[in-house]
């Protein structure tokens, strides 16, 4: 994941640098709209990476649309100027909290497996296929959950139409936005996959060289296909022309003769992609500290295990504790979590998930039970059964996290009305397949690889092998708190695995460590996942506190780049919103209000 995220502007500002070039002599490239990460007021918020992005959503707030409204049209947007992380080709994960009747209720739109797959899909030759051969293929492409959760959201709660709400974003594709360092290096990075597509590399590569930050870039193919979802509705993907394209696409890989890339084809088929669909779900709910966090169920692992770990700690005052100590109960928290996650939970269509029993403060207290101050647990620690919580029954036979892809997006929305929209989504790995559909201008999801390939722990049922319609399980955990039954705040971020622990590092550093909310956003981070080591960034690495923390046992290794980018939204006592994005991390994200207000 590269350091720099920042965004771009629209090609006014293009414009207006070219007339400056004009005027001035020397070429002076344009330069991205300023971001702010932090935003207050009134008339509804919106917190993205992405600063066009923000200011869709924000205009849609003012014009009169919803919040639902607002996500769908920053979701489309982001499509546009983060497509290496999100889009039509992917899905995700959208929470929503109805201020009408203080219900929160989920959309699951993950992406499936074809009906032919099963549990050898990633096994080749008795072997399963290194992970970057399955990244890079037709193999791992799911049928996209992403236009589907876009039209039952506003079907289902939005005020305005799909056509409506994708306008903006068509407008985007085709007017173009000035490239920023960030989008810059995200191609670089995939430089050698993307060139082996001629579809990828004409649009991403043009003149055999990512676009240089301050020029405009334009992607007529995907506003055309925006104006054919606006045209047709979802149909024309799901059992249109579109989907024909996808399945195509899927099971011939349209790579370069010349390359040597072994890319492998997948069996996706029009059918699969007809058969989609989004399901709304029960969310998840934990109580903790009086409040009620909701968040995603099955087949995410996000609202799961994060309800699990804040059950964990409802066992130790981290209001009064040392820093340290708080840090300690938050690594081992999580480290006995995942050992729980990896264990039970997979595609709830075909895992009977105790979910009920993992969010239980009986078994909670079991685990907790497990968990010492002073001295760190040995990773990888075994699951226990929440179907019968024995207290620190320390168990056998630990599972391991298996690896997921970092690159993907969330948003935050909230409106006038205070209705919350928290929204997480992917096309997995940055720059998903590699593969952009011919004539579309959207990549491909490798969403698949977030299976298992083998079994993690040999012996051991293992709850997320591919099948036939399965969605793989995920670790985005979009999340709504409320307290006494009004929004408090919503956050979520990127980040693979560490989403799971980024979202409880937030949570608790704003409930019970007295954070504001871009402060807790702001945290250097840490990720421990049952593993010897947990994943830090080089900040973190920094605190005093670590000197303790390894004295306790606890093991660090520097993660490979930052850890996360979340977005928030709070409402504050006053009646303000607060809308908070990542201020370093990503290059920094965009908040917004409607009616800003800072006193
Ligand atoms: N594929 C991951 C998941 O579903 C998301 C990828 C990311 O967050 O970067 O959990």
């Known amino acids: 994941m590269p350091a720099l995220r920042s965004r771009r502007t629209l090609v006014i500002a293009a414009t207006a640098a070219l007339l400056t070039t004009v005027a001035t002599g020397p070429a002076t490239a344009a330069t991205p709209t300023p971001k702010t990460p932090v935003a207050t007021g009134f008339g509804g918020a919106v917190a993205s990476i992405d600063a066009d992005a923000?200011?869709?959503?924000?205009?849609?707030?003012?014009?009169?649309?919803n919040a639902v409204d607002a996500a769908v049209a920053v979701a489309a947007a982001?499509?546009?100027?983060?497509?290496?992380?999100?889009?039509?080709?992917?899905?995700?994960?959208?929470?929503?909290?109805?201020?009408?009747?203080?219900?929160?209720?989920?959309?699951?739109?993950?992406?499936?497996a074809p009906k032919s797959?099963?549990?050898?899909?990633?096994?080749?030759?008795?072997?399963?296929?290194?992970?970057?051969d399955a990244v890079t293929s037709g193999l791992s492409v799911g049928v996209p959950g992403t236009p589907a959760t876009w039209s039952e959201a506003l079907r289902k709660w939005g005020t305005r139409s799909l056509a409506k709400s994708l306008k903006p974003a068509e407008n985007l594709a085709r007017k173009g936005f000035v490239v920023d360092p960030t989008f810059q290096t995200q191609i670089a990075n995939n430089a050698a996959r993307f060139?082996?597509?001629?579809?990828?590399?004409?649009?991403?590569?043009?003149?055999?060289?990512?676009?240089?930050?301050?020029?405009?870039?334009?992607?007529?193919?995907?506003a055309a296909t925006y104006a054919q979802l606006e045209r047709g509705g979802v149909d024309a993907l799901y059992k249109g022309p579109i989907g024909a394209d996808i399945a195509k696409t899927v099971q011939n890989p349209p790579k370069d003769p010349a390359s040597t890339l072994n890319v492998r084809p997948g069996k996706l088929t029009a059918r699969d992609i007809a058969g989609y669909r989004a399901i709304e779900r029960t969310p998840t709910h934990a109580e903790y500290r009086g409040l009620d966090v909701y968040g995603m169920p099955a087949p995410s692992s996000g609202g799961l295990t994060v309800g699990e770990a804040l059950n964990i700690l409802e066992n130790y005052d981290l209001k009064h504790a040392s820093k340290a100590d708080y840090l300690q109960y938050f690594l081992e928290s999580t480290r006995f979590a995942f050992a729980d996650r990896n264990r039970w939970i997979g595609d709830p269509a075909v895992i009977d998930v105790p979910a009920k029993e993992l969010l239980s403060q009986r078994f909670a207290d079991t685990r907790a039970c497990l968990i010492s101050k002073d001295k760190a647990a040995t990773s990888p620690v075994a699951p226990a059964d929440p179907r019968h919580p024995t207290p620190c029954a320390a168990?056998?036979?630990?599972?391991?996290?298996?690896?997921?892809?970092?690159?993907?997006?969330?948003?935050?929305?909230?409106?006038?009305?205070?209705n919350v929209v928290a929204y997480t989504l992917t096309i997995e790995q940055e720059g998903g397949s590699g593969i952009v559909v011919p004539g579309r201008g959207f990549l491909l999801n490798n969403e698949l690889t977030d299976f298992s390939f083998t079994p993690v722990t040999p012996g051991v049922p293992d709850p997320n092998?591919?099948?036939?319609?399965?969605?793989?399980?995920?670790?985005?955990?979009?999340?709504?708190?409320?307290?006494?039954?009004?929004?408090?705040?919503?956050?979520?971020?990127?980040?693979?695995?560490?989403?799971?622990?980024?979202?409880?590092?937030v949570l608790t550093g704003r409930i019970d460590r007295g954070l504001s909310l871009e402060d807790a956003i702001a945290a250097p981070r840490a990720s421990q996942r049952n593993s010897a080591q947990a994943?830090?960034?080089?900040?973190?690495?920094?605190?005093?506190?670590?000197?303790?923390?390894?004295?306790?046992?606890?093991?660090?290794?520097?993660?490979?780049?930052?850890i996360g980018a979340a977005t928030g939204v709070e409402r504050l006592r006053d009646g303000r919103w607060l809308a908070a994005a990542e201020p370093v991390r990503r290059g920094i994200g965009s908040a917004q209000v409607v009616w800003p207000a800072r006193w």
Do not use: C
């Open 117 to 132: 797959a099963d549990a050898n899909l990633f096994v080749e030759n008795g072997q399963p296929l290194p992970f970057n």
């Open 195 to 222: 060139a082996a597509f001629p579809s990828t590399r004409s649009l991403y590569l043009p003149n055999g060289a990512p676009p240089a930050p301050g020029t405009v870039f334009r992607n007529p193919d995907l």
């Open 395 to 418: 168990g056998t036979t630990g599972a391991p996290t298996p690896y997921e892809g970092e690159n993907t997006t969330h948003l935050t929305v909230a409106d006038k009305w205070g």
């Open 465 to 505: 092998l591919p099948g036939p319609g399965k969605r793989p399980r995920s670790s985005m955990a979009p999340t709504i708190v409320l307290k006494d039954g009004r929004p408090f705040f919503a956050t979520g971020s990127p980040g693979g695995a560490s989403i799971i622990t980024t979202v409880l590092q």
């Open 78 to 112: 982001l499509g546009v100027t983060d497509p290496f992380s999100a889009g039509v080709g992917g899905g995700g994960f959208f929470v929503y909290y109805d201020a009408k009747t203080g219900r929160v209720h989920t959309l699951d739109g993950r992406e499936t």
């Open 535 to 562: 994943q830090v960034e080089q900040e973190f690495l920094n605190l005093p506190e670590t000197a303790v923390l390894k004295a306790r046992g606890q093991g660090f290794s520097t993660a490979p780049a930052e």
């Open 54 to 65: 923000t200011a869709i959503g924000t205009q849609v707030l003012r014009e009169g649309g």
